[in-house]
Nanobody, 119 residues
Framework: QVQLVESGGGLVQPGGSLRLSCAAS????????MAWHRQAPGKEREFVAM???????NYANSVKGRFAISRDNAKNTVYLQINNLKPEDTAVYYC?????????????WGQGTQVTVSS
């Protein structure tokens, strides 16, 4: 059984910062790509950022320069540093990871963590 658990969300004023974490646990052989997505109220889930096992990164244009994704392979954990938060960043943030287990390789999703940007 594999679990992804996000943490670090909360209520932040515009211009503030947050660091989200997502830890994968369970019977894991290896974790390949890890990513963050978000879903704002009334909108579809959208891609935010992705990081490979070798720390190559890719970002949505809307977050370039303000968001930074990183990972700790020893801890099977991915992070998302969010700076200069804007009200339009309000969303539930989900992580996912491409994980190899005894049963094979598949993408797992976390349950999400709420980020609310408001004064």
């Amino acid at each position: 059984q594999v679990q992804l658990v996000e943490s670090g969300g909360g209520l932040v004023q515009p211009g503030g910062s947050l660091r989200l974490s997502c830890a994968a646990s369970g019977s894991i052989f290896s974790v390949d790509n890890m990513a963050w997505h978000r879903q704002a109220p009334g909108k579809e889930r959208e891609f935010v950022a992705m990081i490979t096992r070798g720390s190559g990164t890719n970002y949505a244009n809307s977050v370039k320069g303000r968001f930074a994704i990183s990972r700790d392979n020893a801890k099977n954990t991915v992070y998302l540093q969010i700076n200069n938060l804007k009200p339009e960043d309000t969303a539930v943030y989900y992580c996912n990871a491409d994980i190899l287990t005894f049963g094979g390789r598949r993408v797992y999703w976390g349950q999400g963590t709420q980020v609310t940007v408001s004064s």
